[in-house]
C-alpha cells in the first residue's frame, strides 16, 4: 500500500509523457563530454522533472551497475560505490581514500525511478553523482545539457581576416570530429544558407568564454557561441554565403565567401612592380594595414582601474582609419574587435594582403607624449636569399622607407605641438613585416592616464599619423 | 583583607602584561612572516665568490626615459661564464632597490648563461623577469638594452645575446621586446646611445 501511490503516479506520468510527446519537438538531450567518451542521452520528463538513466550515464564511464538487496541498485566505479532504491530521493555513497572509507547520504532532488531496466535519477542530481563516483571535476552546463568530466574543453579563438576575399578563422584547442551534413545527430553538422552557416558540434566539448564578436558589416560580420540541447553551436552571419575548410589535423575551421572576388585574382598593377623582397602586389591598392596592438586575453599594459593597452589601441585605430579615408587613403584593421591575434600571424596578415604600410598602435608608460618606432633588425647579418628572407629579418628591404614612414609622422605630430621622439628598436612583429612599418605609442601626458583615452587627444595623434602617411604615400607605392 | 583599590590596580597591571604578551607576539610572528618572504624572493642563486671589482653599470631610469652609467662594486669570478652571470646579476640589483629607478618584479633574476660558442651567448632568466615585467615598448627595451650594454662592457667578446625565460623561448618580454632573436651587441650599443 506504501509504495502504491508512486507506481500510480509513475503510470500516470509515463502515460501522460508519451501521449504528450510528439516527434514534432526536439528530443532533449544530455551530452557527456570525457577524456574516454563522449556519448548523448535522451532526458525524459516525470512529472514534470527532468530525468536521466544513471546506468546509461556512469556505464560509459567504467561503472558496474548490480541489484542489491530488494529494490536496491549499487552502482561501483574504481573506489566509489552507490547506493540508490527505487522510490528513495537519497543516495548513499562511500568512497576509500587510502586507508579511509568516507560514507555520505547525497540528496538526489526526487526519487529514483526504474523502468524497463534503467534506473532514472533526477537530472539536477547528476553532477553530484559524477562527482562525488569519479571524484574528479566535473562542470555541468545545466541549461544546455551538457556536462564535461576532468576539464575536458575544446577552446577556440576567432581570428577575422579582412581582406580581398574575408574569412574567419576558427582554432582549436583539440582535434575535431569531422562536421558533416547528414549525420548531424550523431557528430556534428554543418548548415549554410544564404547568409548564415552553423556549425553544430555534438560530440566535440566546445566551449567559448565570448559568446558574439562584430566583425563590421562586410561578407562575414558577426559570430555567435551558444550551447543548446546537449550541443553547442558556432553562427556566422554574413552578406554571403560562406564555405567551410578543415584543416588536416582538424584543429582549424576557415569559413570564407564561395567565390573569390575578382580582386584577388588580378595580375600585379604594372605601376607597382614588386620588389624582390616585397613579391607581387594581390591588389593595385595602396592601403594602410592598422594593427591594434593586443586584444582579447592579451590586455597589453594595465594603467590602473579598467584601462588596458588593447582597448586604447583598439579605440585609436578606428580613429586612425577615419582620418586615412578623410584624406582618400585606404585602411584596414588587423583587428576591429576584442579578439586574440598572435604577433606572428599580424604579421601575416599585413605580408600577405600586400599592405602598404604597416602602422602599429601601442599605448604605455613612462613620459610623455608619443613615441615612433622603426624598425631595428636585433641580428641585421641576417639577410635575404633570392627572393626568400628569414622571418626574423623580414622587414631588411624596407628599412630605410620605414624611417622615412617614422620620421615624416613624427614631424607631424609636433606639428601639432605633441612632445615626439623617434627611436629604432626591436619591437615585436615589425620586423617580420615586409613593407615599411612603424609602431606609434601614445604616453600619458603629464602623468595623467585618463589623456590615453581623451577621443580629443586620440584624434589629434590619428590626424597626425594620417597626414604624416599622405604626404608619403608617393614614395611608398600609393597615389600621391 | 585586600583593600578594594589595590586588587584594581593589581587588575590593570595583569591586563596590561597579557596585552603587552599577545602584541610581542604578534610583532614576532609578523616579522618572521616578512624575513620568510624576503627570503622567498631573494635571488635564486647563492653569492659566488671572486674578487671584488668595481665595474660600471648601464641602469634604465623610467622618469627620465635615459640610460645612464653607474659605478658598482661586485664580487666577480674569474670564470667567464660566472663573471658574465654576475655582472647581470649587478644590473638587477639596482632595480631591486627601493626606490627603483626602473622597477622590476620580485624574483627577477638571472638563472644561467651558456656559451654556444665564443661569441654568442645564451641568458636563461627566471619566469618572474618576464612574467611580472611591466608591459610597454619603452621600458621592456630599456630593461634589454641595459643588460646587453652592461654585459658587453665588462665581459668582452660577446656578439650575440639572446635570452630565455626560465629555460624557454618566449615571443617577448611583456608583450613588446623581441625576445625570439639573437641581439647582436654592436646593433644593440647604437640603440643604446638613443636612450643617452
Known sequence: MRWSKPRFALAFAALWCSMAYTGATPEKQLTVYSAQASYSLPVPERSGKAYIAANELLTPLGATITHGKGKEWKITVNKAEARLAEGKDKAVIRRQDKALIRSQQVDLGGAVLVEDGRMLVPLDSALTLLGQLLNTAVDFHQPSRRIFIGQSFTRFNAEYKNGDRPSLILTFT?????????????????????????????????????????????????????????????TVTGNTKLQMIRSEDGKTITLQPEAPPLAAAQEPDAQNTPTAAEGPRRTSEFFVMIDASHGGSDKGASFGGRQVEKDITLRLARELRKELEERGISARLVRDADIDIGLERRAEIANEQRAGIYVALHAGRPGKGVRVYAPMLADPSQAAAGRFLPWESAQSGALSRSRTVAQTVAEELRKKGMAVSILGMPVRPLNNIVPPAIAVELAPEGGDIQSLESPKRQNTVAAAIASGIAQIRGQMGGRP | MIPRHFQITMALVLLAILVSGVVIIRITHKEEAMTQQAAEAAPVAPAVGGKQESIRVLVAYDDDQ?????????????????????????????????????????????????????????????????????????????TLTSLIETLTANVPGITKIKFLVDGKERETLAGHADLMSFYQTAAVHELAKEFE
Open chain 1, 174 to 234: 583539440q582535434p575535431l570530429r569531422r562536421l558533416d551534413t547528414n549525420h548531424a545527430e550523431e557528430r556534428g553538422a554543418l548548415f549554410t544558407h544564404t547568409n548564415k552557416t552553423t556549425l553544430i558540434f555534438r560530440k566535440d566539448p566546445v566551449v567559448s568564454d565570448v559568446n558574439k564578436q562584430e566583425f563590421g558589416a562586410g561578407a562575414i560580420q558577426s559570430m555567435v557561441f551558444a550551447e543548446e540541447n546537449g550541443s553547442a553551436s558556432i
Open chain 2, 66 to 142: 635615459a640610460l645612464r652609467w653607474r659605478p658598482v662594486e661586485v664580487f666577480l669570478p674569474a670564470d667567464r661564464g660566472l663573471r658574465a652571470k654576475e655582472t647581470l646579476r649587478s644590473v638587477l640589483a639596482q632595480y631591486q632597490q627601493s626606490p627603483s629607478p626602473h622597477p622590476l618584479a620580485k624574483g627577477a633574476d638571472i638563472k644561467d648563461v651558456y656559451f654556444l660558442n665564443s661569441e654568442t651567448m645564451i641568458v636563461d632568466t627566471t619566469a618572474p623577469f618576464a612574467d611580472g615585467h611591466p608591459s610597454g615598448i619603452l621600458l621592456e627595451e630599456m
